[in-house]
């Protein structure tokens, strides 16, 4: 799935006129007519493409609707992204080279827990604010002008799996064995094991919960042969299968074990690819995941039509664009906010220097159109009050299904 080729490295994906200048200016007086310019990579080819290529098409739509409406301080917005290939290794030299060569005005945080952590850390080196996508190891988002667009509280591991045990609790056969699938990588492991001194996690929390861990399987991120894995899960045949992965881990694993004519009785991912898994049909029938955003009716009837408008207008890039799933979900929710966080930062801080901006978030925090108001504590890793839900596979479509008074529909239990 990876191309190398370095040309590859060097496309970018303008948006608007030409480069602007240094990343610490203020905005006005001098600058005139040029743009400013936001410079991010995102995961275009490789291992996380199929999310990459979600974020991307969101940026692009909040991109031409701000410079529409006049852009930023009256001037437009050029987005200079840069595919890193899904490599962690590439992308520290690449936000080095837009921040000291290209000189951007401001960045945004790539998408993928491991790439955002190195980004970070050019970030605060040139100590640039960087509004991030989707990172939730919250020990390590120690950089305090790092602002998460999506919110899993302060202590996700224990977060996470909570919720979901919550939920299928309620079940009129709650399961009773689970088995848990681990990518070694970045949030999918913090999410299982804890870090560091706090081991709470999706292991620990089932134990106390009086849950039966029938299989624990931790698997590299260049996982390619899933067989091995969907034996040892059958073998164990749990009520309840947590794969605590990304991309497209869940649906490998799941026509995995199609292939050995084994159907799991329910399972979870925790942050996979939407499209591939609803391309699967009936195999991924009741899958469930975590959500910020599903775009169900109610949902949207309550946020009005200028959500209901941006939801549609993805809708049609991505068709156009041929993706999986042209739905505009959790990560392109997460995206829309990170753009909100930003350019909050520039309207209400007056430009863009970075110091300015940074404390402009902590005082004031960033109106979003999908999860409302936020605040940044930096005591909590800027993590703001999480309006996270579960989501699952019904009728060939994700409806929100957990908490209850934020359900479009009703939980559904384990395949007969």
């Known amino acids: 799935m990876r191309r190398r080729s370095l040309a590859v490295i060097g496309t970018a994906l303008v948006l608007g006129a030409a480069a602007a200048g240094c990343g610490n200016g203020s905005g006005s007086g001098g600058d005139g007519d040029k743009p400013i310019v936001v410079g991010s990579t995102l995961s275009l080819t490789g291992a996380f493409a199929a999310t990459g290529q979600i974020h991307k098409i969101a940026g692009q739509e909040f991109v031409d609707r701000l410079n529409a409406n006049g852009g930023l301080l009256g001037r437009k917005v050029e987005w200079k992204v840069v595919d890193d290939q899904s490599d962690q290794a590439k992308v520290s030299q690449l936000y080095e080279r837009l921040i000291s060569q290209d000189k951007v005005d401001l960045i945004l945080g790539p998408y993928a827990t491991p790439n955002i952590l190195s980004a970070m850390a050019v970030a605060q080196r040139h100590g640039y604010v960087m509004p991030q996508h989707s990172a939730v190891l919250a020990p390590q988002l120690t950089y305090d002008c790092q602002f998460p667009a999506w919110s899993i509280g302060p202590t996700p591991n224990s977060f996470i799996p909570n919720q979901l045990f919550d939920a299928v609790a309620t079940l009129p056969s709650p399961p009773k064995k689970i088995a848990v699938l681990t990518s070694q990588s970045g949030s999918a492991a913090f999410v299982s094991d804890g870090f560091g001194d706090d081991k709470s996690g999706a292991l620990s929390i089932a134990k106390e919960r009086g ?206």
């Open 211 to 416: 849950l039966d861990v029938v299989a624990d399987i931790h698997y590299p991120p260049t996982t390619t042969d899933w067989a091995p894995i969907a034996a040892q899960v059958r073998d164990a045949d749990p009520d309840l299968i947590i794969d605590n992965g990304l991309g497209v881990d869940a649906a490998n694993i799941l026509q995995a074990m199609a292939q050995l004519n084994y159907k799991p009785k329910q399972m979870f991912g925790l942050f996979p690819a939407p499209g591939p898994l609803l391309a699967l049909g009936d195999e991924a029938e009741g899958m469930l995941s975590v959500s910020m955003f599903e775009p169900n009716k109610p949902t949207l009837d309550k946020l009005g039509p200028e959500a209901t408008a941006i939801t549609a207008d993805f809708t049609k890039r991505a068709e156009a664009a041929k993706l999986p799933y042209t739905v505009f979900e959790t990560q392109a929710a997460a995206s829309w906010n990170a753009w909100e966080i930003l350019t909050d930062a520039v309207k209400n801080s007056g430009g863009t220097d970075q110091r300015k901006m940074c404390d402009t978030l902590h005082q004031k925090g960033a109106d979003t159109t999908f999860s409302g108001h936020l605040t940044f504590d930096p005591k909590a890793h800027n993590f703001w009050p999480t309006t996270q839900s579960i989501k699952q596979i019904q009728n060939g479509d994700w409806v929100t299904v957990w908490p209850a008074d934020r359900a479009a529909a009703k939980l559904e239990g384990p395949r007969p």
